[in-house]
């Protein structure tokens, strides 16, 4: 068979469950937001820009990783600034032939400039309808749906479950917790877990990236997390191939985990991509999913994500297709649109990649 290029990549159909709306804007586009809003910037080239966030980023530690966020959160606090970010987000995804994508954001850190909550939401969905719109018209057809993302070491995850409800037939598909592990447990956000699971409301939690099995453990067992955000240390609960007892739950409960394999080397969660347990996890059959977490900060996209785990797995088109199918599988949209996604696009698609 021969070798799947990136180009080859980029035109197959994919699914994508963990991409954050403030880690994927256009370097450009920060330098134009920064300068109409007054913040100073640590480059002011869009390229030099590009180098300086991928670099900040690549530190081994999800604290300094997160640092890099000040700045693209400082442009996104007007209604103008946050629709042109998801709208071009939408534009980015396409062109990578993504067809399905759940972004995340947090409302609550869109407020500096006088926006409701309820604003924040609005700008935004407006934003993904325009983007997909002209996306369609480009001949690229993309869905987005969006989760609604409380911060855990802040205390207004209850007043955020309930506006991604209240969104939930207005674009918004999921609510999730993000933001450093270590400290801020996710049983600290209890409440807005039993509303939402009261509420019927999809919602995943951001556990076993930096901070280990208690996180995912809590996460699902106390929390009733549908996904994992990561859940990469699931594998410190597998030793030569036999599964622990929390990793067999996971495995049996078909519980998506929402592997970023770029990230998770910059944040240190994993060495390399060579040494990602993806590989293992994908042998030992879990539920894996493949995504970008944060384009910009990774220098990523959903085509290199997979081109580098095709260059350190040996993987072909049909591990690519099963990891596809399994996002859709695991997306928070109604069984039958996941299905006919699959059906319609996906299958039809990897059908004549294998041929």
């Not at 450009?28 to 100073?40: K, S």
């Not at 049983?187 to 996180?215: K, V, W």
């Not at 493949?290 to 990523?300: E, K, P």
Request: hydrophobic share 45%.
């Amino acid at each position: 068979m021969a070798a799947i290029s990136l180009a080859d990549i980029v035109k197959a159909p994919k699914a994508l469950l963990h991409d954050h709306l403030d880690g994927g804007l256009r370097p450009a586009t920060i330098v134009e937001l920064a300068d109409a809003v007054g913040h100073e910037l640590p480059e002011t080239d869009p390229e030099r820009l590009r180098e300086w966030f991928v670099a900040s980023a690549d530190s081994g530690s999800l604290e300094r990783y997160l640092e890099t966020f000040a700045h693209t959160v400082a442009v996104m606090q007007t209604e103008e600034g946050l629709h042109r970010v998801a709208k071009e987000c939408a534009l980015d995804l396409a062109a990578d032939g993504v067809v399905y994508a759940e972004v995340r954001y947090a409302p609550e850190q869109h407020l500096e400039r006088g926006l409701s909550l309820d604003q924040v939401v609005d700008a935004v969905e407006a934003g993904f309808r325009d983007g997909c719109a002209e996306a369609a018209a480009r001949g690229t057809t993309i869905r987005i749906g969006t989760l609604l993302t409380a911060m855990r070491h802040a205390a207004r995850s209850q007043e955020i479950a309930e506006l991604a409800v209240r969104y939930r037939d207005s674009g918004v598909v999921g609510f999730d917790i993000a933001g450093a592990e270590a400290g801020f447990p996710p049983t600290r956000h209890l409440d807005a877990f039993e509303y939402l699971q009261r509420e019927n409301f999809h919602f995943t939690i951001h556990a076993g990236e930096a901070f280990g099995l208690p996180s995912i453990w809590q996460a699902i067992q106390w929390c009733g997390a549908d996904r994992l955000g990561h859940g990469v240390r699931i594998v410190d609960d597998i030793t030569a191939g036999k599964l622990g007892r929390l990793a067999s739950y996971v495995r049996d409960k078909r519980i998506p985990l929402e592997l970023c394999p770029s990230s998770n080397v910059q944040t240190g969660a994993v060495e390399s991509i060579g040494d990602h347990p993806i590989g293992l996890l994908r042998d030992l059959r879990f539920r894996v999913t493949v995504n970008t977490d944060n384009r910009l900060m990774s220098g990523t996209s959903m085509s290199r994500e997979m081109a580098l785990l095709v260059e350190a797995f040996g993987w072909g088109w049909s591990e690519l297709q099963w990891l596809t199918i399994n996002a859709m599988k695991s997306a928070f949209i109604p069984y039958d649109e996941r299905l006919a996604i699959i059906l319609d696009v996906i299958k039809p698609a990897y059908a004549k990649l294998v041929a």
